[in-house]
């Protein structure tokens, strides 16, 4: 009696194991969930820059603005913030050896520019930013739901989109720069106003 027990028991345990092993697989992991950019309103204090004015492809800026730090190395400019890029034309619009950018750097001191590096003044502005983690040349999707939220919240670009560089992409993954890009903006009554005016 107690033999055919431990058959039975045996047998029923077999079969939980095999239900068991093939019942529990491990599910696939989930692909990790893209985190929708954060976009903001806030407004921007006036900054002192030096910059270099260039025309060709946006893909160039690296190129522009290791020459941007050769020049400030070279006439001992001290920085106080992160550089910039700021792009001029809608590279869908305008061929790649067209389109007009700048590369800037905030800076303090007394330098007050020469033909070689300008020096200009960034009015404090109203801008719509978002903060963008990535490759530099992969930002398109980010810059258009920028500016569909801009044409949704009712206001309008008023002038030259700026990116924001954080992070060094000597010392950073590219997956992991970091690039804050801002558009000044104007409420759309604000600019049909001037219009009317």
């Keep these: 009696m107690l033999k055919s027990f431990n058959k039975s028991m045996l047998l029923v345990l077999s079969i939980l194991l095999v239900f068991s092993l093939f019942g529990c697989k491990e599910k696939p992991a989930e692909e990790p969930k893209q985190v929708e950019p954060e976009i903001s309103i806030k407004e921007t204090t006036p900054l002192t820059?030096?910059?270099?004015?260039?025309?060709?492809?946006?893909?160039?800026t690296g190129k522009s603005m290791e020459e941007l730090f050769a020049l400030i190395e070279k006439k001992d400019v001290k920085l106080s913030?992160?550089?910039?890029g700021m792009y001029y034309d809608d590279p869908e619009k305008v061929k790649p050896e067209e389109?007009?950018?700048?590369v800037l750097c905030p800076f303090e001191g007394e330098f007050k520019g020469d033909e070689e590096?300008?020096?200009?003044?960034?009015?404090?502005?109203?801008?719509?930013?978002?903060l963008y983690t990535g490759p530099y040349?992969?930002?398109?999707?980010?810059?258009?739901?920028l500016f569909g939220w801009i044409a949704g919240q009712n206001l309008v670009p008023t002038g030259a989109p700026v990116e924001k560089y954080?992070?060094?992409?000597?010392?950073?993954?590219?997956?992991?720069?970091?690039?804050?890009?801002?558009?000044?903006?104007?409420?759309?009554?604000?600019?049909?106003?001037?219009?009317e005016d």
């Excluded at 820059?49 to 160039?60: C, I, M, R």
């Excluded at 913030?81 to 910039?84: D, N, S, W």
């Excluded at 020096?119 to 978002?130: G, S």
């Excluded at 954080?166 to 219009?195: A, G």
């Design 49 to 60: 820059v030096v910059y270099l004015e260039k025309k060709g492809p946006y893909a160039e």
């Design 81 to 84: 913030g992160a550089p910039m």
């Design 99 to 102: 389109t007009r950018y700048e």
């Design 117 to 130: 590096l300008k020096v200009k003044e960034l009015p404090a502005q109203k801008v719509a930013c978002v």
């Design 137 to 145: 040349d992969k930002c398109a999707p980010t810059y258009k739901k």
């Design 166 to 195: 954080l992070n060094d992409p000597s010392k950073v993954k590219p997956e992991e720069l970091k690039t804050e890009i801002l558009v000044p903006v104007k409420s759309k009554v604000e600019t049909e106003e001037k219009i």
